[in-house]
């Protein structure tokens, strides 16, 4: 072979290489680009992996309607589920509350209306109304939310949505089913459990530490009666010279029962007939009052609000908040097992 030839063929070599290098260069340089890049659907618009996977969630769970029996107007209003847990959420936690405050607030509203939901599509499949005060979730529609805010609305709104978008479709489930996630303003440092202030016991509302709520500016309460006011409302004699006394706390130093003019009372049936604050009581007497100093707002089982806000503020997230007031739980999409929602 001549020299000629040889010179050919090694240049038309060099470029071929130099080909493939350009290629597995450009395929190296693509390839991140490859795995974010926005998937392009036949309309044209771009939309994220991520993107996708929020719009099937939300395609889930569009067509679940829940119905809220509006207790001024004797009415019934139907709204997406979604739309619901928004109002929920702007209507039981402060807007200016950390974002991932906000965020576990909504899980816990969205799982409470469907933990609702299951329980009773058996009895009443056409019609299952929830209430709009705290008997169930207290609940306000955009008019009211409107007149409520003022010129804030959007701003609290935009920050809202934020937190309703970002937890779309998830509850909160124990093995496998929708829990009922109990929630209340602030504790006294401790959640209680949900045998010590109902009947049942629930393996995942037990009493855990709560040290962020002593920023709550409800924390701490007094309120005074003339002893003529308690026993009129607790249907009891007090001696003036005797103060009510022997009072048994349960874990979380909240009232188990207390004696009073005689009688005995569980911590419950005092906060409820006196309207206090809170079930962790004292009660002293002082020139013809009972006085009772509360810790705590709320009946102090499940989440906290103001503990979820302050778990938030030390850079915890909504999950680290979920998971510590309710115990053993599991953050599920729906429809997650046993939760039959209702279609319209």
Same mark, same amino acid.
């Given at each position: 072979?001549?020299?000629?030839?040889?010179?050919?063929?090694?240049?038309?070599?060099?470029?071929? +290489?130099?080909?493939?290098?350009?290629?597995?260069?450009?395929?190296?340089?693509?390839?991140?680009?490859?795995?974010?890049?926005?998937?392009?659907?036949?309309?044209?618009? *771009?939309?994220?992996?991520?993107? @996708? &996977?929020? !719009?099937?969630?939300? =395609?889930?769970?569009?067509?679940?309607?829940?119905?809220?029996?509006?207790?001024?107007?004797?009415?019934?209003?139907?709204?997406?589920?979604?739309?619901?847990?928004?109002?929920?959420?702007?209507?039981?936690?402060?807007?200016?509350?950390?974002? &991932?405050?906000? #965020?576990?607030?909504?899980?816990?509203?969205?799982?409470?209306?469907?933990?609702?939901?299951?329980?009773?599509?058996?009895?009443?499949?056409?019609?299952? !109304?929830?209430?709009?005060?705290?008997?169930?979730?207290?609940?306000?529609?955009?008019? *009211?939310?409107?007149?409520?805010?003022? =010129? *804030?609305? $959007?701003? #609290?709104?935009? =920050?809202?949505?934020?937190?309703?978008?970002?937890?779309?479709?998830?509850?909160?489930?124990?093995?496998?089913?929708? %829990?009922?996630?109990?929630?209340?303003?602030?504790?006294?440092?401790?959640?209680?459990?949900?045998?010590?202030?109902?009947?049942?016991?629930?393996?995942?509302?037990?009493?855990?530490?709560?040290?962020?709520?002593?920023?709550?500016?409800?924390?701490?309460?007094?309120?005074?009666? *003339?002893?003529?006011?308690?026993?009129?409302?607790?249907?009891?004699? +007090?001696?003036?010279?005797?103060?009510?006394?022997?009072?048994?706390?349960?874990?979380?130093?909240?009232?188990?029962?207390?004696? %009073?003019?005689?009688?005995?009372?569980?911590?419950?049936?005092?906060?409820?007939?006196?309207?206090?604050?809170?079930? $962790?009581?004292?009660?002293? @007497?002082? $020139?013809?009052?009972?006085?009772? !100093?509360? =810790?705590?707002?709320?009946?102090?089982?499940? @989440?906290?609000?103001?503990?979820?806000?302050? @778990?938030?503020?030390?850079?915890?997230?909504?999950?680290?908040?979920?998971?510590?007031?309710?115990t053993d739980t599991e953050i599920s999409k729906l429809p997650?097992?046993?939760?039959?929602?209702?279609?319209?």
């Amino acid at each position: 072979m001549s020299k000629k030839s040889r010179s050919k063929r090694r240049l038309k070599s060099h470029i071929l +290489i130099s080909m493939l290098i350009a290629c597995l260069f450009a395929v190296i340089v693509a390839l991140p680009t490859l795995i974010v890049v926005p998937f392009i659907d036949p309309g044209g618009s *771009e939309r994220t992996a991520t993107a @996708m &996977e929020q !719009e099937k969630q939300v =395609k889930e769970t569009a067509n679940v309607a829940v119905e809220v029996s509006r207790t001024a107007s004797n009415t019934v209003e139907t709204v997406p589920l979604e739309t619901y847990v928004m109002r929920v959420v702007a209507s039981e936690m402060p807007a200016d509350f950390e974002l &991932e405050a906000l #965020k576990a607030q909504a899980v816990a509203a969205r799982t409470f209306v469907v933990r609702h939901m299951e329980d009773h599509q058996a009895e009443e499949p056409e019609a299952i !109304e929830v209430s709009d005060t705290v008997s169930h979730q207290v609940y306000k529609n955009d008019e *009211e939310l409107r007149r409520t805010w003022g =010129k *804030e609305y $959007d701003k #609290k709104m935009e =920050k809202l949505t934020k937190a309703v978008e970002a937890t779309s479709g998830e509850i909160l489930t124990y093995q496998g089913e929708p %829990i009922t996630p109990s929630f209340f303003s602030t504790s006294n440092g401790f959640t209680e459990n949900a045998e010590d202030y109902w009947e049942n016991a629930l393996p995942y509302l037990k009493s855990v530490a709560s040290p962020w709520d002593k920023q709550s500016p409800k924390f701490a309460d007094q309120k005074i009666f *003339e002893i003529t006011e308690v026993e009129k409302l607790l249907g009891v004699t +007090i001696n003036p010279n005797e103060p009510p006394g022997n009072l048994k706390r349960t874990d979380s130093q909240r009232v188990a029962e207390v004696e %009073i003019g005689g009688k005995q009372f569980t911590g419950r049936d005092v906060r409820q007939k006196l309207e206090l604050k809170s079930t $962790d009581f004292t009660i002293s @007497m002082k $020139d013809g009052h009972l006085i009772f !100093e509360t =810790k705590g707002y709320g009946h102090g089982v499940g @989440m906290s609000q103001y503990g979820a806000n302050g @778990m938030a503020g030390e850079g915890k997230s909504y999950q680290d908040i979920l998971t510590h007031y309710y115990t053993d739980t599991e953050i599920s999409k729906l429809p997650a097992n046993g939760a039959k929602l209702v279609s319209k």
